[in-house]
T-cell receptor, first 117, second 113 residues
Framework: GAVVSQHPSWVICKSGTSVKIECRSL??????MFWYRQFPKQSLMLMAT?????????EQGVEKDKFLINHASLTLSTLTVTSAHPEDSSFYIC?????????????FGAGSRLTVL | GENVEQHPSTLSVQEGDSAVIKCTYS??????FPWYKQELGKRPQLIID?????GEKKDQRIAVTLNKTAKHFSLHITETQPEDSAVYFC????????????FGGGTRVLVKP
């Protein structure tokens, strides 16, 4: 089945630094990937839709200059949390859909737990 | 946009009993409704899904029903086992919104042995 790899799985950084999270579709191509944020014991909140070769589409209330998304190839999307602050600490999960399988099922990465000190 | 409500937020059942989780959605144009199971600290895993042209789907101990008129869908787990303990999320996808999934708030299921 479709596999989505996300890296790093956890990261600790100092306040004010930037952190990059990678999301890769390992065995399929994904023109669209989605980035979610999940707080403890809460649901997945869609942050943005990453579009290969074009700008990401951000959900209302999500700062695009804060959460930079780049989707440079059909298998890789990156989320960069810029000038991170403790309130950015969260579980970030990406997902992608294998457009070629016809089922249109969304597969999630394993998530990246960000802790900002 | 789409809004998905999920109930209950927590559910405790005795092993062997059934568990039912209900979700409602707001946009009648939504056409795909997956259910995900998320164990602590892990990724959500698709367990079953249903499309708007089907009223019911079953996979072993798991079934999902969809009532398009009422705009609600439910997950049924029969003969629950301790390994069914997890957080379950329903979701709805609206094609017109770029195929984005909107998730319900989640249900924490605890199966007591």
């Amino acid at each position: 089945g479709a596999v989505v790899s996300q890296h790093p799985s956890w990261v600790i950084c100092k306040s004010g630094t930037s952190v990059k999270i990678e999301c890769r579709s390992l065995d399929f191509q994904a023109t669209t990937m989605f980035w979610y944020r999940q707080f403890p014991k809460q649901s997945l909140m869609l942050m943005a839709t990453s579009n290969e070769g074009s700008k990401a589409t951000y959900e209302q209330g999500v700062e695009k200059d804060k959460f930079l998304i780049n989707h440079a190839s059909l298998t890789l999307s990156t989320l960069t949390v810029t000038s991170a602050h403790p309130e950015d600490s969260s579980f970030y999960i990406c997902s992608a859909r294998d457009m070629g399988d016809g089922a249109n099922v969304l597969t999630f990465g394993a998530g990246s737990r960000l802790t900002v000190l | 946009g789409e809004n998905v409500e999920q109930h209950p937020s927590t559910l405790s059942v005795q092993e062997g009993d059934s568990a039912v989780i209900k979700c409602t959605y707001s946009d009648s144009a939504s056409n795909y409704f997956p259910w995900y199971k998320q164990e602590l600290g892990k990724r959500p895993q698709l367990i079953i899904d249903i499309r708007s042209n089907v009223g019911e789907k079953k996979d072993q101990r798991i079934a999902v029903t969809l009532n398009k008129t009422a705009k609600h869908f439910s997950l049924h787990i029969t003969e629950t086992q301790p390994e069914d303990s997890a957080v379950y999320f329903c979701a709805a996808r609206l094609k017109a919104a770029g195929n984005k999934l909107t998730f319900g708030g989640g249900t924490r299921v605890l199966v007591k042995p």
